[in-house]
């Protein structure tokens, strides 16, 4: 009993930890804590404690930059998740058919994820320039009415920043998807074509589910990074044409710092909390439940 | 005693004379329109992971006269490393006009402190968590990861208040304990993993002869994280490196890191733009990361898969 | 047991990965019925050798005959075997029942035939009750029985085991490997069974292959390769506590014996082969539960003093060391008997149960 409890509490392991617990209490709690307060307040350029309920949130709902920010990112984050996940997967299985050259082409895969968001903005900013990129080039080439400049128009220009998420991204997925790929038993490879099932179909209903740790963690991986979309935007469209291709992570940064509107803003971060909040929970509580049918299985 | 889902390792052979040959030795193999597809798929793919950054070394390296006739695909016809010299050194900036070269030692200067400073960080809590968790302690970690999946505008105004307050923010330290913070919950994790999985005895013998907190983790723990030190530097390194959005936030003006002189130089330029002089910076400020990725190879898809595994 | 004609053949068989070769011109023949066992060291070729008939890998040379029919270049759905792995194999997120019928529902079997194949392998091997679990519900081994099963419902006329019992305990090990045994005499098909366990190799076949580099050493029954092994590696890996090996000289003349330092033991009563040597350097090996002691070696056509060195009971009996020409010897006494350390003995045995091998070669002699 004594031993126990000199473990709890043993002195340098709380010392050692000390940058932990302000991180973890000081940002992770209070920090929030404050955020969520301010978005109930009048907060201009400073935080006040002018306390006017609900009245940010209303604004915020009201505010027609703010309801294309979430359009968008529901629409991207569908977008861009989808994509990433079907063509990182096909990419994962092409790759683990003992083909030639594995790691040259691994290496050609992922690189684009070494680079910065910011970088791959530019990059694809100018290839879809009218001017500069695709078209002129497939224009000179004597295809004089192709028209490709998805950037320019209000429409399109959320594929764009889809396919640029997809070139930088899905080389991790694809990374990913293939450790999950060779994690798997080769004797379920080979029970399976004992059992005469074609390839595709082991790939269907064997494979596949048990790779579901494998997605689950890509998955989780490119919501995170969907919800912190920022840097990409603020490159390639820097949220335009007009408000095209605002996203609620730019809308925020943009009410903090240039519209200098604290109070709006925190409301719109408590927003893009939200979710996050309430898949934490939804996974928490799955989790809860399967370590209990284990516990009750065993 | 390798056996491949789909076909074995073997070059193809040469196929027997089908006519009225009983089958003997390997199965003749054709080269089938699958295998073409396999190959078709990855070339079309690696083109289009390719073609933006070839696009982009060729136009860094024509004058801009070239590059006005559109040719986009085409090699340079008259090679030239000055747009390289103008993004390093003569690039403006709304009206600073020297390049990114600034930027770049701004880079170095935040990235460095902020590395080293997060891992000392993470490794003990990840040590402490594994072998000395105090009553409290998984509970802490839980909120660490939990703030992994936050998004960063929830915490960034109280940051900026909370720094200010102390007058840290806008300044060289300011940013580094801003990565430190940001990076925390993921190389606890990562490091809490690592230890987690060292045998426990290890730890219990090193109790048994008298060890303490910082003796184990100095002379035990330590020496046997190397490998996960490697992983973690190159996460943080390329992950510092391409950070833009704290940079813009916390560094303050005077020492705005690459990426956020980078995107000044470009998206912001009046008069003509030089698309030659962008490319090359551009190149510029990918190069660290680069490096690392194409130096570090395997280890840098160990650290993605490692920083993968959350929960 | 074995019936007349030839199950599965193969002939001159050969694999190698790049400049490895795993398997060597390796020939043979399974009659119908048999019940062979594959035995060997880890990295013999005995697995690479079941996946090869399995049709899991190309050969590099040779063929593969399975109920007449050269299989070469068949798959292995269409070869009439089904395989039980060691892993088990089991498609986890299927019930055991989706497990037993997703091979016959993807070959476009009619459904009550299905039904009738999944009941009549459930009845065999006694899974009624598990029909609806998943594997992740079942024990190691009821997981190994639902892999037999798998292989049950194929209605194949070949058997492949690939180390089936290795992942299970040892108390569970013993269970099925007699249910093995019971299947294998119920369904009276050809069964070729992989292991590095030497009781199960002993216990479950009608013939053993014993391999090593890719070779097969010796291809008899049991009995046979425990008593007359064909060449010290064979004879060392088979027998458990393991054979003494004594390092001497065979002398023929007048009369052959065996000599090591002063001792020297008749060989009067060694057949030896025809095939290899009978004089030169050599291994002579004797296995210890055929050393008497006391009265009984005295009735032995060889005895001698030794002294106790250590005693090592094991419960059904107990192993005595000491020494021999100088070398290592042990032997078996039942566990009655109490010897003390340093007791002196009178230890024999008849040389017509040894076995001679050439130093150089390992072969018999």
Same mark, same amino acid.
């Given at each position: 009993m004594q031993k126990s409890w000199r473990h709890r509490f043993h002195l340098p392991a709380v010392i050692g930890t000390i940058p932990m617990i302000l991180v973890a209490l000081g940002v992770f709690v209070i920090g929030i804590g404050f955020s969520v307060l301010w978005s109930f307040t009048s907060s201009k350029l400073f935080p006040t404690y002018d306390f006017v309920g609900l009245a940010q949130y209303r604004r915020l709902w009201a505010d027609n930059?703010?309801?294309?920010?979430?359009?968008?990112?529901?629409?991207?984050?569908?977008?861009?998740?989808?994509?990433?996940?079907?063509?990182?997967?096909?990419?994962?299985?092409?790759?683990?058919?003992?083909?030639?050259?594995?790691?040259?082409?691994?290496?050609?895969?992922?690189?684009?994820?070494?680079?910065?968001?910011?970088?791959?903005?530019?990059?694809?900013?100018?290839?879809?320039?009218?001017?500069?990129?695709?078209?002129? *080039?497939?224009?000179?080439?004597?295809?004089?009415?192709?028209?490709?400049?998805?950037?320019?128009? *209000?429409?399109?220009?959320?594929?764009?920043?889809?396919?640029?998420?997809?070139?930088?991204?899905?080389?991790?997925?694809?990374?990913?998807?293939?450790?999950?790929?060779?994690?798997?038993?080769?004797?379920?490879?080979?029970?399976?074509?004992?059992?005469?099932?074609?390839?595709?179909?082991?790939?269907?209903?064997?494979?596949?589910?048990?790779?579901?740790?494998?997605?689950?963690?890509?998955?989780?991986?490119?919501?995170?990074?969907?919800?912190?979309?920022?840097?990409?935007?603020?490159?390639?469209?820097?949220?335009?044409?007009?408000?095209?291709?605002?996203?609620?992570?730019?809308?925020?940064?943009?009410?903090?710092?240039?519209?200098?509107?604290?109070?709006?803003?925190?409301?719109?971060?408590?927003?893009?909390?939200?979710?996050?909040?309430?898949?934490?929970?939804?996974?928490?509580?799955?989790?809860?439940?399967?370590?209990?049918?284990?516990?009750?299985?065993? | 005693m390798t056996v491949g889902p789909i076909t074995a390792i073997q070059p193809p052979r040469e196929a027997p004379d089908q006519a009225g040959v009983a089958p003997?030795?390997?199965?003749?193999?054709?080269?089938?329109?699958?295998?073409?597809?396999?190959?078709?798929?990855?070339?079309?793919?690696?083109?289009?992971?390719?073609?933006?950054?070839?696009?982009?070394?060729? =136009?860094?390296?024509?004058?801009?006269?070239?590059?006005?006739?559109?040719?986009?695909?085409?090699?340079?016809?008259?090679? =030239?490393?000055?747009?390289?010299?103008?993004?390093?050194?003569?690039?403006?900036?709304?009206?600073?006009?020297?390049?990114?070269?600034?930027?770049?030692?701004?880079?170095?200067?935040? =990235?460095?402190?902020?590395?080293?400073?997060?891992?000392?960080?993470?490794?003990?809590?990840?040590?402490?968590? =594994?072998f000395w968790p105090y009553k409290g302690a998984n509970l802490l970690f839980g909120l660490l990861v939990f703030g992994a999946f936050v998004p960063y505008q929830v915490v960034i105004y109280p940051l900026i208040i909370g720094l200010s307050s102390v007058g840290l923010f806008a300044s060289l330290p300011g940013i580094i304990i801003v990565h430190t913070i940001f990076g925390m919950p993921i190389l606890t994790l990562l490091f809490r993993n690592f230890y987690a999985a060292i045998p426990v005895e290890l730890f219990k013998a090193a109790r048994v002869d008298g060890a303490g907190f910082w003796r184990i983790f100095f002379y035990i723990m330590l020496p046997m994280s190397v490998p996960i030190t490697v992983v973690a530097v190159i996460l943080q390194v390329t992950g510092i490196w391409n950070d833009f959005l704290f940079g813009i936030v916390f560094a303050g003006r005077s020492n705005w890191p690459m990426t956020v002189q980078l995107n000044n130089i470009v998206n912001t330029t009046t008069g003509v733009r030089e698309y030659n002089v962008n490319m090359a910076a551009t190149i510029l400020t990918a190069a660290v990361p680069l490096l690392i990725y194409f130096i570090s190879g395997r280890w840098f898809v160990r650290g993605i898969a490692a920083g993968a595994v959350k929960g | 047991m074995a019936q007349n004609g030839t199950s599965v053949s193969i002939q001159d068989l050969s694999l190698s990965f790049g400049v490895v070769t795993v398997l060597e011109t390796l020939n043979l023949d399974v009659a119908e019925g048999e019940f062979i066992v594959l035995l060997g060291p880890s990295g013999c070729g005995k697995s690479t050798l079941l996946n090869c008939i399995a049709g899991l890998l190309d050969v590099s040379e040779g063929s593969i005959f399975i109920k007449g029919k050269n299989v070469t270049w068949e798959e292995p759905k269409d070869r009439g075997i089904g395989?039980?792995?060691?892993?088990?194999?089991?498609?986890?997120?299927?019930?055991?029942?989706?497990?037993?019928?997703?091979?016959?529902?993807?070959?476009?079997?009619? #459904?009550?035939?299905?039904? #009738?194949?999944?009941?009549?392998?459930?009845?065999?091997?006694?899974?009624?009750?598990?029909?609806?679990? #998943?594997?992740?519900?079942?024990?190691?081994?009821?997981?190994?029985?639902?892999?037999?099963?798998?292989?049950?419902?194929?209605?194949?006329?070949?058997?492949?085991?690939?180390?089936?019992?290795?992942?299970?305990?040892?108390?569970?090990?013993?269970?099925?490997?007699?249910?093995? #045994?019971?299947?294998?005499?119920?369904?009276?098909?050809?069964?070729?069974?992989?292991?590095?366990?030497?009781?199960?190799?002993?216990?479950?076949?009608?013939?053993?292959?014993?391999?090593?580099?890719?070779?097969?050493?010796?291809?008899?029954?049991?009995?046979?390769?425990?008593?007359?092994?064909?060449?010290?590696?064979?004879?060392?890996?088979?027998?458990?506590?393991?054979?003494?090996?004594i390092d001497g000289q065979a002398e023929t003349g007048a009369t052959a014996a065996f000599k090591t330092g002063n001792v020297s033991i008749p060989l009067a009563r060694y057949a030896f082969d025809a095939a290899g040597n009978s004089s030169g350097p050599c291994v002579f090996g004797i296995r210890p539960e055929h050393v008497a002691l006391g009265e009984a070696a005295n009735a032995m056509p060889f005895a001698i003093d030794a002294a106790v060195e250590i005693v090592e009971p094991m419960g059904s009996d107990t192993l005595v060391w000491t020494k021999l020409g100088g070398q290592n010897f042990s032997f078996r006494v039942e566990a009655e008997k109490t010897l003390r350390n340093g007791e002196p003995i009178r230890i024999g045995f008849d040389p017509a149960r040894a076995s001679l091998f050439d130093s150089q070669s390992g072969n018999r002699m």
């Open positions: 930059r703010w309801l294309v920010s979430v359009n968008n990112i529901w629409f991207f984050g569908l977008m861009s998740i989808t994509c990433n996940m079907v063509f990182g997967y096909l990419l994962a299985v092409f790759m683990d058919q003992r083909i030639r050259q594995e790691d040259l082409f691994r290496s050609i895969f992922l690189y684009p994820f070494a680079m910065s968001l910011i970088v791959t903005g530019l990059v694809w900013q100018w290839a879809l320039d009218p001017n500069l990129g695709l078209q002129e *080039a497939l224009r000179n080439w004597g295809w004089s009415s192709f028209s490709f400049a998805p950037l320019v128009s *209000a429409e399109t220009a959320l594929y764009a920043l889809v396919v640029a998420g997809i070139w930088q991204g899905s080389g991790v997925t694809m990374a990913i998807l293939l450790a999950g790929l060779r994690g798997i038993d080769e004797d379920i490879w080979k029970a399976a074509r004992v059992d005469g099932i074609p390839t595709w179909r082991t790939h269907v209903s064997i494979v596949a589910p048990m790779m579901k740790g494998a997605f689950a963690t890509a998955f989780v991986l490119q919501c995170v990074g969907v919800v912190r979309v920022y840097d990409l935007v603020i490159a390639m469209t820097g949220g335009g044409p007009g408000i095209a291709t605002s996203m609620p992570a730019v809308y925020v940064i943009q009410l903090i710092t240039v519209r200098q509107n604290v109070g709006q803003g925190m409301a719109g971060a408590t927003m893009m909390l939200l979710p996050v909040l309430i898949v934490l929970a939804f996974s928490g509580i799955l989790l809860w439940r399967r370590n209990r049918l284990r516990e009750a299985g065993a | 003997f030795g390997p199965k003749p193999r054709r080269i089938s329109a699958g295998r073409i597809g396999i190959y078709a798929f990855l070339v079309v793919a690696a083109l289009f992971f390719l073609i933006p950054v070839y696009i982009m070394i060729v =136009t860094s390296l024509k004058g801009m006269p070239e590059i006005r006739l559109g040719h986009l695909f085409n090699p340079p016809g008259e090679p =030239t490393f000055q747009p390289w010299a103008d993004a390093w050194l003569h690039a403006c900036t709304g009206r600073d006009c020297n390049g990114l070269s600034p930027g770049f030692y701004n880079s170095v200067k935040i =990235t460095l402190p902020s590395v080293i400073i997060s891992i000392i960080c993470a490794s003990i809590n990840g040590y402490a968590l =594994t | 395989m039980v792995f060691q892993s088990y194999a089991l498609y986890p997120q299927m019930t055991v029942e989706k497990n037993l019928s997703f091979g016959l529902r993807v070959a476009g079997t009619p #459904k009550d035939e299905i039904a #009738k194949r999944i009941a009549r392998a459930a009845e065999i091997l006694q899974i009624e009750p598990l029909l609806q679990r #998943k594997p992740a519900a079942l024990s190691g081994g009821q997981r190994q029985r639902v892999a037999i099963g798998r292989a049950l419902v194929r209605d194949v006329d070949v058997f492949l085991f690939d180390e089936p019992l290795s992942n299970l305990d040892a108390k569970l090990r013993a269970e099925l490997r007699v249910e093995i #045994k019971l299947l294998h005499r119920k369904l009276q098909n050809t069964m070729i069974y992989v292991t590095h366990d030497q009781i199960e190799a002993m216990t479950l076949a009608d013939r053993i292959a014993v391999m090593k580099g890719g070779v097969i050493q010796q291809l008899d029954a049991p009995q046979t390769i425990y008593n007359r092994p064909v060449n010290r590696f064979v004879a060392g890996f088979l027998g458990s506590p393991a054979m003494n090996f």
